[in-house]
């Protein structure tokens, strides 16, 4: 599995890979519980065991599409039911995304009161919910001192271009 230093997080390979490491957590470390072990064991027909997500581990490090999206799915869904231990991992993202686009705003002169943030891509336009993109739009304005105007783009196909040409493939 290739690990970005900081580059893509929240990317589908980082979110795919933070959703195994939830799983492992709960499963192999007993750890934090997460509906996300649920959903896995459920989507990837496999035991809740150490054994089972080991099962899955050599499509984890093939970064195999298919297994990929379905842990996106599994990641979402548990996000979307309010599982404490993906909110957690939703923070992290807002963190990035929102010193991600501090920096840039810190380094370009912008007229007016309130910088505008256009959000792109099936990750932020399709999957995460309202209140991710408050968060990260809060913790932009603290990190950049601006207001900032977040705004989602909604049409195909400037947005999750990817994920609507492969979504036309499978139909």
Known sequence: M???IGVDVGG???IAGET?????DDLCLGMRATLCTKLVTERFEIPATHEGLLSLIHLYEEEDPQFIR?????YFDALAQGDPAARQVADVMASRGAAFIAGHIGKRRFAGDAVEVILSGSMH???VPDWYVDL???KTEAL???KCDFRRLTVPPVTGCINWI?????K
């Open 70 to 74: 379905g842990m996106i799915d599994v």
């Open 20 to 24: 195994f490491r939830l799983v492992y």
């Open 2 to 4: 290739s690990y970005y």
């Open 12 to 14: 589908g390979t980082w």
């Open 125 to 127: 336009t399709k999957l």
């Open 136 to 138: 990260m739009k809060e």
């Open 144 to 146: 950049s001192g601006r």
């Open 166 to 170: 492969l979504e036309e493939q499978q």
